[in-house]
């Protein structure tokens, strides 16, 4: 082993000395250590931290496309009779496309829902209930009632839980739903609507969804919202996270008067201000790891003051300044790398067990962190990615190894006769 190194590991403190260890290396150890515990610190709470985003992003994510489709086929500005007559032949090429592994009819629109003085907006979702398990699993989230009960001619509603709370409705109770559109006659202009009975509600664990959405048969919502809603195929794929590529390739093999839309681009404000919030995240807690690589360098600076004489000594000896330049390379190197391994072993020993550290501490504090009135996702979530591990594990190294640069080099330039004769 070279002499550099051993010198430097034991100035970082990860290496013993034969002789009796003084005031001064007990002195540069612990500075080397509280480096150390400072960049371990940063990387595990920059992986506790992005892990819990990925976490938060993966269940809203899993909870809207458990009601959303992969992958939506519409036919723009005509009328949704005319659609979901041929959508059967619509779906058969689609199908055509290996990844996809279910088809649906639906017809979407705006609509409002009016119970004595309650009123709220909606989105109408007309959907065949024999099929739509295969492109959702709004059936398996009905809280009361069953989705088989929206048999044509019948208009019969699903509502979210948080709609019907919103109207002081329940399983049992009719609705009145209005049209955007509706007709002009001699006595002005009369809005299309149409008495629904509410035959179940729904729970998706989206706020958003559970406020403003509504159920209801393709063939009914085609004949209440002829002139305002859209209508198509909804469409499952087997990798969701493909939905992009599938839907520019169902783009090019499908009649240019159906347009297909991804999940992606549904949402894609939601998606957008996600990633913008977990870089800003990022860069704000890779502040932690840069504030220790601070403390590193100037750890690392008082060290080289405090072993002036015996740099000195060891130039006198035959030393290069690029022999004592390695010396504290490697000093602040190994804080660096163990301070890094540290932090990961830490930050994803706490990720990969959050579901259980949390509520211990919940427990021991008797407080709740995530309170189920008012957040709807009652446990925190965590899901670690490798790839923002090796990005904080890269990040924490680089900024460890700028950080013994000047020290090194101020190491290097000391002149051994000036510093033995001040000593």
């Known amino acids: 082993m070279a002499y550099e190194f051993w010198i430097g590991a034991r100035y970082a403190g990860l290496a013993r000395s034969k002789r009796r260890v003084g005031r001064g290396d007990r002195f540069v150890s612990f500075i080397a250590a509280s480096s150390m515990a400072g960049i371990a610190l940063g990387v595990a709470a920059l992986i506790v931290v992005l892990s819990v ?3 938060f992003q993966t269940q809203v994510r899993d909870r809207m496309l458990s009601v959303l489709p992969h992958i939506e086929l519409y036919v723009p500005r005509t009328d949704p009779g005319q659609v979901i007559s041929q959508w059967q032949a619509i779906a058969d090429m689609a199908k055509e496309n290996p990844q996809v592994s279910g088809a649906a009819p639906f017809v979407a629109a705006q609509g409002m829902i009016v119970r004595g003085e309650a009123l709220s907006g909606v989105q109408m979702r007309g959907i065949d209930p024999q099929l739509e398990s295969a ?3 709004v059936g398996g989230q009905m809280i009361a009632g069953d989705i088989q009960a929206l048999k044509p001619g019948s208009y019969s509603i699903v509502l979210g839980n948080q709609l019907a709370t919103t109207l002081g409705v329940n399983a049992g109770d009719t609705v009145m739903v209005l049209a955007p559109q509706g007709s002009i006659s001699p006595a002005g202009f009369t809005p299309r ?3 629904f009975t509410v035959t179940g509600l729904f729970s998706s664990g989206y ?9 209801i048969n393709y063939e009914d919502a085609a004949k209440v919202f002829r002139d305002s ?12 996270q493909q939905a992009p590529m599938v839907a520019r390739e169902l783009s090019k093999t499908l009649p240019p008067f159906v347009h297909a839309q991804d999940w992606t681009l549904n949402n894609r404000t939601w998606f957008a201000a996600v990633q913008t919030e977990k870089r800003m995240m990022f860069l704000i807690l890779a502040l932690i790891v840069a504030v220790a690589a601070f403390n590193l360098l100037s750890s690392l600076v008082m060290a080289v003051k405090d072993k002036r ?3 000195a000594i060891l130039r006198t000896l035959g030393a290069s300044p690029r022999e004592i330049a390695k ?3 490697v000093q602040g190197s190994l804080i660096g790398i163990v301070g890094t391994l540290l932090g990961l072993c830490f930050g994803t020993l706490v990720a990969y067990n959050i579901d259980v550290i949390v509520p211990f501490i919940e427990r021991m504090l008797g407080v709740q962190f995530l309170p189920q009135q008012i957040y709807f996702i009652s446990e925190l979530p965590s899901n670690p990615q490798m790839n923002d591990i090796l990005i904080v594990a890269l990040t924490s190294l680089v900024l460890s190894l700028l950080a013994t640069l000047y020290p090194s080099w101020r190491a290097s330039s000391l002149q051994p006769a000036e510093v033995l004769r001040h000593d």
């Open 53 to 55: 985003m990925n976490g």
């Open 135 to 137: 492109v959702s699993d």
């Open 193 to 195: 609507m149409r008495q």
């Open 207 to 215: 706020y958003e969804y559970d406020a403003t959405l509504a159920f």
């Open 229 to 240: 809603g859209t209508s198509g195929v909804r469409l499952r794929i087997t990798d969701m």
């Open 309 to 311: 004489s015996d740099i």
């Open 327 to 329: 010396i504290f390379l």
